[in-house]
Each structure stands twice: as C-alpha cells, then as structure tokens.
C-alpha cells in the first residue's frame, strides 16, 4: 500500500446504541392478517457511487478502510449528495475531492434503494474521460488512496467480493459497453 492514509483502523470499543451517522426508526405495520409487528427502518438521503474511466481504459478507485467489513478495500469513489444537491453535481464533487479527477461526463446508470429495509437512493454514475486535475481535498474522516485499474481487471475485482457497491460497478460497466449480455 503506497500511501499511509489508506490504512487500517483500530476499533476503540462498540456502542449499543447508533453513533448518529446512521439514522434507524421503527416503523410499526398492521399486515394484512391484522397482526402487528415492528421493522427497523434505515433513513437517508441520496448517495453516490462513481465509475470513474479514464480515457485509457483505467478505473479510478479509492481504497480505503470500510468499518463494516472491518478492512481495506478497494472501493469506487462516492458518498452523500448534500440536502437537495443534484446526484450529478454530487457526483462530480465527491469524485474531484475524493481522487483530485475530474470527468468529460457524468451519466446517472442506476437509481436504487439500499435495501428493502431503507429509504435511502443510492445511485450509480459513470464518469468518462476522466483526468487528474488536482491533489484529492479529504474530509477529516477521509482516509484514502487513489488507485488506478484496467477495466478487465476491475471487471474480475468486482466479481472477487473484495469491494461494496459491486451493482453499482456493474451497472456502471454495462451502461460503457464492458459488459455484453449472453444468451
């Protein structure tokens, strides 16, 4: 690993109770049987996830350390649109500040919940022709190295696991014409 802000971090202990990154409500349902129950409900906002290809054919990542998986991935750069911030706009901020790169174009690929569970959009971008134009500007919680990788070798990081946002990189592929469908 070639920069030191892309390191694992050292968990200091667990709460019980959320840390307030996170929002979590119930949500109390009567289902059709006229039984009740209680479901716990992830509140957010609109996030962005960034397939970012250079002009030749490099992937721009982030690696970075995950505290859900508990290590270092390699990831596609992304995070939250700010209050009413358009995904796009997003997008190319979070790009700029996360790798210092900047896209010709931004295309929204993909809309899609988290999970059945959430209220929070996630959305894949694919930014093409992309290029380094500054240094990364990090947020204090930012701790991340910018990694380029061939599109084929991307395409078997994506399938290995070893990364989050694995729909949001293959919608992000498939919209380039990386992905073929066979039949």
């Not at 050292?10 to 709460?15: A, D, I, K, N």
């Not at 992309?130 to 399938?159: N, Q, S, W, Y």
Request: aromatic residues 8%; glycine residues 10%; contains cysteine.
């Amino acid at each position: 690993m070639g920069d030191a802000r892309a390191r694992e971090w050292t968990q200091m202990g667990e709460l019980d109770e959320p840390a307030g990154f996170l929002n979590v409500r119930g949500r109390r349902y009567r289902y059709p049987d006229g039984n009740e129950d209680v479901w716990d409900i992830l509140e957010g906002g609109a996030t962005v996830a960034i397939v970012a290809v250079t002009e030749d054919e490099q992937v721009v990542l982030a690696r970075q350390y995950r505290p859900g998986p508990g290590r270092v991935l390699l990831e596609l750069p992304g995070g939250k649109a700010d209050g009413d911030e358009p995904v796009e706009v997003a997008a190319a901020r979070e790009l700029l500040e996360e790798t210092g790169y900047e896209a010709a174009t931004l295309e929204v690929v993909m809309r899609t919940f988290l999970s059945s569970y959430a209220t929070h959009r996630r959305h894949a971008v694919l930014a093409r022709g992309c290029r380094k134009v500054a240094e990364p500007r990090l947020d204090d919680a930012e701790f991340i190295e910018t990694v380029l990788m061939p599109v084929g070798a991307f395409i078997r990081h994506v399938l290995s696991g070893q990364m989050t946002d694995t729909d949001a990189a293959f919608a992000g592929l498939a919209a380039a014409g990386y992905l073929r469908p066979t039949m």
